[in-house]
């Protein structure tokens, strides 16, 4: 789990609330039942009307994947490869048809099935393809909910404002209800900016963010079973697979490498 996210709107929402205590303004002022009915509704109203009823139901989940979403253990993929990789080398491909059954990551299981079953290479490397390419279209689409609703959202609250001000325009025969009228008018749209860019938009970029990562992993991944499949030496196929790591994911999985290796010449 990345607690980023959550620190991060906690940090951004945190800085709001601080500066209006700052400023002396009153929390109650801000707590309008029509604005938050009105930012709720209208938001949720407009982004089911453009994505549908099937899509927005997702919306719950997809808060919980960008709060505690974390990125692929690619490291710990190219162990598993690496090893694969040497079992192939000295049992033959067949031999990895039991791994193929054991492993949790069920797109990882299917590239080997693939290459279990004699699959011709260009074949097993289109079949997974396209599975990365159906998997980012997935994200893009669940990505856009959130997008969708940040573009409404301030405009939603506008609208709320300009409802709040003809109120205004209609009483002005009462000068003393004017300012708090005026006040609880632009309510709307300070819930409408800052719904859209609180929440929404680092919830879209987050799901963004994950839906890359994992497609770089099983990029990866796709290079692996591909290099298995050639009967790639294991070393070949790891110093292959570790040009996708970060700078410094290579140098920690570089000094794990050597610390085995230092323990295996002491056992």
Do not use: W
Not at 222 to 245: M, W, Y
Request: proline share 6%; with cysteine.
């Amino acid at each position: 789990m990345d607690p980023g996210t959550i620190i991060g709107l906690v940090l951004a929402i945190g800085g709001v609330i601080g500066s209006l205590f700052m400023e002396g303004g009153n929390p109650a002022a801000f707590i309008i039942p029509s604005a938050i009915v009105l930012m709720i509704f209208g938001t949720l109203g407009v982004v089911m009307a453009s994505s549908g009823l099937q899509s927005c139901i997702r919306i719950p989940v997809l808060y919980i994947k960008a709060m505690t979403g974390a990125p692929p253990d690619r490291p710990g993929a190219i162990k598993s490869l690496v090893k694969m990789a040497e079992r192939a080398r000295r049992e033959g491909l067949l031999a990895l048809e039991e791994e193929a059954q054991s492993i949790t990551d069920p797109f990882l299981s299917k590239g080997l099935r693939l290459v279990v079953d004699g699959t011709d290479p260009e074949l097993v490397k289109d079949i997974l393809d396209l599975d990365v390419e159906a998997m980012a279209g997935r994200h893009h689409e669940n990505a856009a909910l959130f997008s969708h609703a940040s573009g409404f959202a301030p405009t939603i609250g506008i609208i709320g404002t300009v409802m709040g001000l003809v109120h205004v325009l209609e009483n002005l025969s009462d000068p003393s209800t004017l300012g708090p009228a005026i006040s609880a008018a632009f309510i709307a749209t300070f819930f409408g900016v800052s719904s859209a860019n609180l929440i929404y938009l680092p919830i879209a970029n987050k799901l963004k963010e994950l839906s890359t990562q994992e497609a770089d992993a099983r990029t990866m991944m796709i290079e692996g079973i591909l290099s298995i499949q050639a009967g790639d030496n294991p070393r070949i196929v790891e110093e292959k697979l570790k040009t996708f790591l970060e700078p410094k994911e290579r140098a920690h999985f570089d000094a794990e490498g050597a610390e085995g290796g230092a323990e295996k010449k002491a056992a």
